[in-house]
Each structure stands twice: as C-alpha cells, then as structure tokens.
C-alpha cells in the first residue's frame, strides 16, 4: 500500500541550528516525491519535488531510494521556517493523486 | 488571479444532513481533487475530477460524490452527515497537462457536524 510516513508530530530546533525532518514512504513503482509547507494562517503550498532537485528557501531533499527517505534538510534554521511541513508523493504522471503524511510541525526557537 | 476560491469558508451542520462545498480552480487549471483533512493529521485523498468526470478516487464511501462543470468549477456533496464528517475540506486544482508541479490549494471549508 501506498503510505507516507513523518514519525515526528513536533521537531523544535533553535535559530540557526540545522534542520532535518524525516520522511519515509512505501510504494511499489516510481514514486514522485514532494515537501509542501502550510506557513500560519496560509494555504497549503508545494515547496519542493524531487525531480527537479532544487534548493527553496534554503531547503534541501535528496530521495534514497534503497531507505525508501525523501528527508528535507536545511543547514541553518531561521524564524520564518517556523511553519507545518507534509511529505507527501504519487504516481509519477501527470495529475495524479497525492498522498501526504501526517506533517511535522517545526517551531524555530530565537 | 484568485487562485483556488472555495466556499463557504466554514459551515455548521446537524448529523444527517447533506451538504456541497464549492471550488473554482485557477485559471488555466482543468483538473480539480477534493481532499479531507481532519484535525491534526495530512490531507487525505477523496476524488479527483477532469473533463467532468470522476477519474480517481480515495477510500472514501458513496456518501461522498462530486461533479465537475464545464467551466472547470466543482462540487464535493456528502450525504448523511456523521460527526467524524467534520474536517477541513480542502481543493485543489492543476493542469492535466501539467503533471504534478501545478497543483494549488485552496484556503479549505471548515465543516463541523453536531
């Protein structure tokens, strides 16, 4: 079965700390892979996919395929990070269904 | 551009009643999915519809039905409302021929049952 896992509810880190939050997920074919972030009182938006293997705002997610992992990495956390993070993925075609984890909320400590 | 406009924003309903959400999808955008995202938890899949016809969809029952309308716009309609109904409702709209990158979201309709 397709499944997207965020093991951790709540990850706090202080500013300018670094910043690693775990995804793992289970799918038998090609899976695409994307981190979409919910800032305060803003809709949910795509922050990244894997395939275009770009940095956003500092952030970083490399796919392991071998530990089935799409972590989203940055190396210097700062307030406005502070925000509600979804790991998700999907078939890889066009407009297919996502499904997302459970989100990780990460609070940037000043 | 508005992006994707749901309505209405929130919405209280008594247990088995029936209710229909609405959304408008950005323009350019013909491909509209439903999702339901209960308290504290990732958005779950409920259907996705293109060219006015459902083409995928979630574990959800047939209380949970849809339509989409030539000008791209959408309906999710529950029927028989129970309490673990309440949830935000959100939508979201992309491009068929834009894969996966196009997908937009709505602000949500907050729906409690009583």
């Known amino acids: 079965a397709q499944r997207v896992t965020q093991p951790e509810k709540l990850l706090s880190v202080f500013k300018g700390a670094p910043v690693e939050l775990k995804c793992n997920y289970s799918y038998s074919g090609s899976p695409e892979l994307f981190w979409y972030v919910q800032y305060s009182r803003q809709r949910l938006q795509l922050l990244l996919r894997h395939i275009s293997r770009e940095s956003i705002k500092g952030f970083t997610a490399d796919l392991n395929k071998g530990e089935t992992s799409f972590h989203l990495k940055k190396p210097f956390a700062q307030e406005e990070d502070s925000a509600m993070y979804y790991c998700a993925l999907s078939e890889y075609s066009s407009a297919s269904k996502i499904i997302f984890g459970s989100g990780t909320r990460l609070s940037i400590r000043p | ?114």
């Open chain 2, 1 to 114: 551009d508005a992006g994707v406009t749901q309505s209405p924003t929130h919405l209280i309903k008594t247990r088995g009643q029936q209710v229909t959400l609405r959304c408008s999808p950005k323009s350019g955008h013909d491909t509209v999915s439903w999702y339901q995202q209960a308290l504290g938890q990732g958005p779950q899949f409920i259907f996705q519809y293109y060219e006015e016809e459902e083409r995928q969809r979630g574990n959800f029952p047939d209380r949970f039905s849809g339509h989409q309308f030539p000008n791209y716009s959408s309906e999710l309609n529950v029927n028989a409302l129970l309490l673990g109904d309440s949830a935000l409702y959100l939508c979201a709209s992309s491009a068929e021929a834009g894969s996966n990158y196009g997908y937009t979201f709505g602000s949500g309709t907050r729906l409690t049952v009583v």
